[in-house]
């Protein structure tokens, strides 16, 4: 009986050592799910790329055994610009591997997006010159200079690319032309002087569709953007007829570097990974200017933390000489949206300009209303006749006048014209075409508050009208007892608008981030923009499409930026950033001021659209700048509660940290924002004379409402030995008002005009940035 006892006790003990070692393997399988985490080191230790690896090997082997484990687990090293590796981890594995006394931060692999003729001349950089000099021509069109471009891609053989009449390629490049799908080495040429894909990072989120495992573009944002940057020239360049002229980059000698780490997945999409390792070739290749259209949406990952690619990225790029340019986002009208924030990049906003593509429809009473379209016809060809057709108005109450998806039926829609009202201003125009072609609608009158977002239809013919003409037509449609309307083709029209309007879709200020950083620092045209786009449709050789976006603005600051650097070649990044600030205009080309197309269509003001337009050719001689070294910038990040280990590994040296809420307000920006004003604060600034030797500026205030604002000294005189100067600004609060005061501090020399746009919020108590 005890042998049996015994022997049932031996069974139970191994049923409960089974169940045991069951739980640990289910554990350790669910542990053991690895995710690319990026290792972030900050500075590099060595200089020499393979040994540098050899150190990300021999740190990673540490955690996971062996070398051959490590080289398996990494999937790319970062050498060039900066230190630090992506690799598959487990949540176990990255949390252990954080704690490494050289690691700074371990960021998981995450998802970002893109932010998506004419316009050149429109800015000012006409060519040919009606004039014997603007920056266009003083730049030799950024002859000499390597514009990186980090986007989905290029498709090579559009016209926009050939490297007719440019120079060699720059002594100083470093790079590769990449070979993959579709896409020769012999591809490159002295346009197209590289190109890169970094592809690794993504695929570990998405099976890729449709793709070019290649430099090759699939998804067009990438070829829109690099030739707005800096495409050749090409004549007659339009879209189906539309904007008919001569397509060309901001800098139009410039050589692009292309750096594929945007991949086509419903939409443009990035990784933290690729886009790293981007930025890291980029530097090492030997760009001048890096363009980035590409950002995270909200909330925004902290690049106090360093734990956005972006702005650790561009930050190693600034540090060593390369301005990187980006754009702000589209999220807005909604203000604290604005992406892209770090105080380091140029980060750009997007306006109207003033073409105008004027679209008829002619009611049955014979009244002619006005909107605006894309769809000229030449695509289908059942749009020749322009007959008029029955009109039909969605506002049932049984079914959505926005025209959603599945909001119309046959009965009502067939073989009509369908007046839809767009419930919210982030449905667009091409879903309720859709709704309205699947219930076998022939037309789409769109009505919407904001009428600066245009796409072609293409299936059927498409019209945006503003609410004002969209209340009129169904005003017309309820008194008539058989409403029609014939449906226009557009026309291409320039000069007819007030421009430049800050787009709706342009996200806005203050930063939710570093609210004492104004943001964005410029706008530039992003609507409607033309430029080259891939001819995935054979019949097209030579394709150009109309594309809105910030990261359509983005670019022709790039190019605008490669014009600068080609003539500034010892400005720094920060220096050419405050040029185009503090030149921009705050009045449109109609000599009234720039207003925004939010909700409320009010004057723009500094959080809309930063400094204001871009003016390229005052930026060539902005008088004064106001300049930033990385130091600084680090200090400005310790002040934000960057810590000891961090800063010490990004200076390669030893460094004291103290937050300090008044070194927040201190960094030397082209523009000073104070977010909680609840007492006398008093801001430092210093300017470095980059105009006549021998001058002598005055100060000009204009005061934030409710704001008393002084300066001293209040007149700055420069001369040979005499070259860089500092200055106090002093503001106290008169009234508290509860949210932001705009205004401006303006030093001249009655021949230049340095403008710093000032952004303020009065508070008696508890602002998190009281000072």
């Known amino acids: 009986m005890g042998a049996r006892k015994n022997q049932l006790l031996r069974i139970l003990v191994f049923i409960l050592l089974l169940l045991q070692y069951c739980l640990q393997i289910s554990l350790t399988l669910v542990d053991a799910k690895t995710t690319v985490h990026v290792v972030y080191m900050g500075e590099k230790k060595y ?36 230190s630090g590796f992506a690799a598959r981890l487990t949540e176990t594995q990255a949390k252990k591997i954080a704690e490494h006394p050289e690691v700074l931060r371990v960021i998981p692999n995450g998802i970002l997006q893109s932010h998506t003729t004419r316009s050149w001349d429109f800015m000012g950089l006409n060519y040919p010159s009606p004039s014997s000099k603007n920056l266009l021509t003083e730049s030799n069109m950024g002859k000499g200079t390597i514009i990186g471009v980090i986007d989905s891609g290029v498709w090579p053989e559009s016209e ?36 890169r894909y970094f592809v690794k990072g993504i695929m570990e989120h998405f099976e890729l569709h449709g793709e070019f495992l290649s430099p090759r573009d699939a998804n067009g944002h990438g070829t829109h953007t690099a030739s707005t940057a800096a495409g050749y020239f090409v004549e007659k360049a339009n879209y189906e007829g ?44 030997g760009v ?29 790029a600034i540090s060593k000489g390369i301005p990187v340019v980006a754009s702000a986002g589209n999220d807005g009208p909604t203000s604290q949206t604005i992406g892209n924030d770090a105080p380091w990049i140029i980060t750009v906003g997007a306006t109207t300009s003033d073409r105008n593509l004027p679209t008829a429809i002619t009611l049955g009473n014979k009244q002619i209303l006005w909107g605006q379209s894309m769809d000229s016809g030449k695509s289908n060809h059942r749009f020749t006749s322009l007959a008029y057709s029955e009109l039909v108005a969605v506002d049932s109450p049984r079914v959505s006048a926005d025209c959603q998806e599945g909001s119309l039926n046959a009965t009502l829609a067939a073989g009509k014209i369908i007046l839809c009202f767009s419930a919210t201003d982030a449905q667009d125009m091409g879903s309720a075409a859709v709704t309205v072609k699947n219930a076998g609608g022939i037309g789409l009158i769109f009505a919407q508050s904001y009428s600066d977002l245009l796409f072609p239809c293409g299936f059927i013919l498409c019209i945006k009208v503003d609410f004002e003409v969209g209340t009129q037509i169904l005003n017309y449609i309820r008194r008539a007892s058989s409403p029609v309307a014939k449906l226009g083709f557009p026309k291409t029209v320039i000069g007819n608008l007030a421009s430049p309007r800050v787009a709706s879709f342009s996200s806005r200020g203050p930063g939710s981030l570093s609210p004492s950083v104004l943001k964005p620092d410029i706008v530039a045209p992003g609507v409607d923009i033309l430029a080259a786009y891939p001819a995935l449709n054979s019949k097209r050789t030579n394709a150009f499409e109309f594309m809105s976006g910030t990261s359509m603005a983005c670019p022709h600051v790039s190019g605008i930026v490669a014009l600068i650097k080609s003539t500034k070649r010892d400005w720094s990044p920060a220096a050419i950033r405050s040029a185009l600030v503090t030149t921009a205009s705050q009045t449109g080309k109609d000599g009234v001021s720039i207003f925004e197309l939010g909700s409320s269509r009010k004057p723009a003001d500094p959080f809309d659209m930063g400094g204001g337009f871009v003016n390229p050719n005052k930026a060539m001689d902005p008088g004064l700048v106001y300049d930033i070294t990385p130091a600084e910038y680090i200090q400005f990040l310790c002040s934000m509660g960057h810590n000891n280990k961090s800063i010490s590994r990004q200076l390669m040296t030893t460094a004291s940290c103290k937050r300090n809420n008044h070194m927040r307000l201190n960094l030397n920006l082209p523009s000073i924002t104070i977010p909680g004003l609840s007492k006398t604060v008093t801001v430092t600034r210093k300017v470095t004379n980059v105009g006549h030797i021998h001058s002598i500026y005055k100060a000009v205030l204009e005061p934030p409402y409710g704001i008393k604002m002084s300066v001293e000294p209040q007149v700055l005189s420069f001369n040979v030995t005499n070259k860089i100067m500092s200055f106090k600004v002093t503001f106290s609060a008169q009234e508290v008002r509860g949210g932001y005061t705009f205004g401006s501090l303006t030093w001249t020399d009655g021949e230049h005009f340095v403008r710093s746009p000032v952004a303020v919020r009065a508070v008696k108590f508890g602002s998190n940035y009281e000072v």
């Open 160 to 195: 926009s690319f050939n490297d007719e009449g440019m120079d060699p390629v720059p002594s100083h490049w470093r790079g590769i032309c990449q070979e993959g799908k579709k896409f020769n080495s012999s591809i490159c040429n002295k346009k197209l002087i590289g190109a």
């Open 288 to 316: 001048d200017v890096i363009s980035v259209s590409i950002g995270n949406g909200i909330p925004l990952p902290s690049h106090i933390d360093q734990s956005n690619s972006i702005a650790i990225g561009s930050f190693h």
């Open 242 to 285: 539309l904007a008919t002229g001569l397509a060309r980059g901001g800098a139009p000698l410039a050589h692009l570097a292309i750096y594929k780490a945007c991949w086509l997945i419903g939409q443009c999409r990035s990784s933290d990974a690729d886009l790293l390792k981007a930025f890291d070739k980029a530097i090492h290749d």
């Open 47 to 82: 200089e020499d790329p393979d040994t540098l690896t050899k150190s990300h090997h021999k740190i990673l082997s540490t955690l996971l055994g062996s070398k051959e484990a490590a080289k398996r687990s990494i999937i790319y090293s970062y050498k060039h610009g900066f």
